[in-house]
């Protein structure tokens, strides 16, 4: 079974910066990719970023490309979402999901099967 846990989410002012990360414990060897999704307070779920477990590539959310980097420690089992120039629409609970086979998109949740309990993110203006 596999488990993920996120941590590092908290409040910050409009320009700030936050680190969030994610630690895969279990049967972590055959995960194909790791993706950050979001949702605010009274919106569906969105897609935030993913990055290729075996591979440096990474994908981001129009929303955030530029401002956010996703990365990943093999060594650790850990993915990170840095997090910068921040706004108040970035305000939400952030999920950390595995893909474990690579069925889907990166961006579609269905191809995920194994995600965190969240942690909040909050940006004032």
């Known amino acids: 079974q596999v488990q993920l846990v996120e941590s590092g989410g908290g409040l910050v002012q409009a320009g700030g910066s936050l680190r969030l990360s994610c630690t895969l414990t279990?049967?972590?060897?055959?995960?194909?990719?790791m993706g950050w999704f979001r949702q605010a307070p009274g919106k569906e779920r969105e897609y935030v970023a993913s990055?290729?477990?075996?591979?440096?590539?990474?994908y981001y959310a129009d929303s955030v490309k530029g401002r956010f980097t996703i990365s990943r420690d093999i060594a650790k089992n850990t993915v990170n979402l840095q997090m910068n120039s921040l706004k108040p629409e970035d305000t939400a609970v952030y999920y950390c999901?595995?893909?474990?086979?690579?069925?889907?998109?990166?961006?579609?949740?269905?191809?995920?099967?194994?995600w965190g309990q969240g942690t909040q993110v909050t940006v004032s203006s």
């Open positions: 279990g049967r972590t060897a055959s995960m194909y990719r």
């Open positions: 999901a595995a893909d474990r086979l690579g069925r889907g998109a990166g961006y579609d949740q269905a191809a995920y099967d194994y």
């Open positions: 990055i290729r477990w075996g591979s440096t590539s990474t």
